[in-house]
DNA sequence: TTTGTTTTTTAGTCTATACTAAAAATATAT
DNA sequence: ATATATTTTTAGTATAGACTAAAAAACAAA
């Protein structure tokens, strides 16, 4: 497995090949390469049975390219906590330098690392980390900023943060609270909360990324 | 610049290329590639400016080459620091993570990693980092575990952890005192100190390195 | 100094990853 | 349905990095 093969497999991830067959056109977009590029690693990875090829339709990944995929997004996220968190990296520098570690990291780091962010359940954007086995870790409670608005929903968790716990304290959000989503802002702007006894809250968008809350 | 290429140019300097000539036969065994496959790369290097190349006696780094080499290992140390202090790595156990990730390291990234690490000076091997221009730091003070048995010192600075310095604190290792090396063990072992009076103290071979010493 | 050994270079191949240009297959539109 | 446009594949080429085998140069030793 080579960074670039890692790389194609995790586009074509990224651009749904789990469950629809994935375009060469897609690819050659994504990955800014030659469509001849595009059928060269093809049928690469299909020797390797990373994919499964449809002429002239495009590739899906099989079970085996989509644990590697997962795998990968571990360590991609794994690394973008790190870099947010502890180096101080705002939530759109992340990605590039994440983008490159991900490509150097022994097995034996990426979960030392883990153990040093404290197992982290989702990146500084709100996703999931996979499992070390590349399956997706069952989730009940969703981040409050993948709710659409109109949904009604339930305090599970939150960051446990010093200045966070005190933030939601000041704004009466408690673990188990009941709201409604009535109004969320484009371009991660704030989110409006609605209490069952009707009162608003608004809070940001960043502040979202760390409430897990319950769907009812 | 190629992950490969900045591995060779590592092993040069490694291997004397800073001063002398290094011949292609201690880079074959270095880098385990063969005869042939160094002439090839030499031939790449030096279009690049990066080494000087005499026919059939080997290759030396030029400054560029050289500037090159420090930066890597600055790289490569930077990440030595990080996994040893907060991973947990054991201080042998480092260097083949340190070498993946040195080449997945932008400048931004290795200096907020300096920033995090609080800009240590040395490696958890006791190693200088160079600067982040490639040139090295003047140290006017050694770590301790580089002296030789006999000669006399004066502690000059000592690494600032708690437990650290409480530990010496009970040892009576304090600024400014001057000492003597009467032994130092084999195998990461014990160092044994003499003051002026004649007291004798006993330091582990990791105590020798959190403390600098200036030779008088 | 002549012979034998070692080291370096050259020549030719191989694989991974890219490319361009052209051919083949598929999709679209009148 | 036939012409046109798009997408995919094939064919041929390039570069980085590796290899083996053989030639050339340098070194060592009797």
Redesign the interface.
């Known amino acids: 497995m080579t960074p670039n093969k890692e790389d194609f497999i995790k586009a074509i991830y990224e651009l749904g090949g789990e469950e629809e067959v994935v375009s060469n056109k897609s690819l050659v977009q994504r990955l800014s390469i030659s469509a001849a590029s595009v059928t060269d690693m093809n049928t690469r990875l299909l020797k390797e049975d990373l994919i499964t090829h449809i002429p002239y339709q495009g590739v899906k990944l099989t079970e085996k390219g989509l644990r590697i995929a997962n795998q990968l997004k571990r360590k991609h996220r794994i690394w973008e906590v790190f870099?947010a968190e502890?180096?101080?990296?705002d939530w759109n520098e992340v990605h590039?330098?994440a983008d490159?570690?991900e490509?150097?990291?022994?097995d034996?780091?990426i979960e030392?690392?883990n153990?040093?962010l404290e197992e982290p359940t989702f990146d500084p954007h709100g996703g999931v980390i996979p499992n070390k086995d590349g399956t997706i870790p069952e989730i009940k409670s969703t981040p409050l900023i993948e709710c659409e608005v109109g949904e009604h929903f339930k305090i599970k968790e939150v960051d446990d943060q010093q200045d966070f716990l005190e933030y939601l304290l000041q704004k009466q959000v408690s673990l188990g609270k009941e709201y409604k989503l009535v109004a969320s802002e484009p371009y991660d702007g704030p989110l409006t909360l609605e209490s069952l006894s009707g009162e608003q809250t608004i809070i940001g968008h960043k502040a979202a990324h760390k409430i897990l809350v319950e769907k009812v």
Chains 1, 2 share one sequence.
Not at 86 to 89: E, I, P, V
Not at 103 to 106: C, D, G, N
């Open positions: 870099l502890k180096l101080g990296y590039a330098d490159l570690l490509h150097a990291s022994s034996l780091l030392r690392l153990v040093f």
